[in-house]
């Protein structure tokens, strides 16, 4: 694999694993990391075949100063380049980051009628 602006993680904590069709989903929380970003939540993806993750959605503090009052933002990191997709205090909430982050990874893998499950 190419080596992308992934996250430097040097410890975390697995909360969840999904498996979503041919995707393996690990959801990461207590995160250290040896970069600038603080990392509040990670969601790692990668296929069954691949021991490393393709692309990552990262839950850090709002970086932009537009006056929103949202705290958190949403990264979507991969290997052709990265963009924040979404800011929301909500982020900061397991569950609900949980939930987005799944929904994001349907549509960008184009899952059509694949359901995510929890394994572990």
Known sequence: ?????????KSAIP???YQYGEFKITLLD????DSDIKHYFIMAIMTETDPEPGFYLSVEPNSS????????????????????????NDLAKIDYFAEKGLQIIKTLLNLGDEQPFLID
């Open 15 to 17: 909360k969840r694993r």
């Open 65 to 88: 100063e537009n006056g929103s009052g949202e705290r958190y933002q949403l990264r979507l990191i991969m290997q052709d380049g990265e963009q924040i997709i979404d800011t929301n």
């Open 30 to 33: 207590e995160i250290e990391s």
């Open 1 to 9: 694999m190419t080596d992308f602006n992934k996250p430097k993680i």
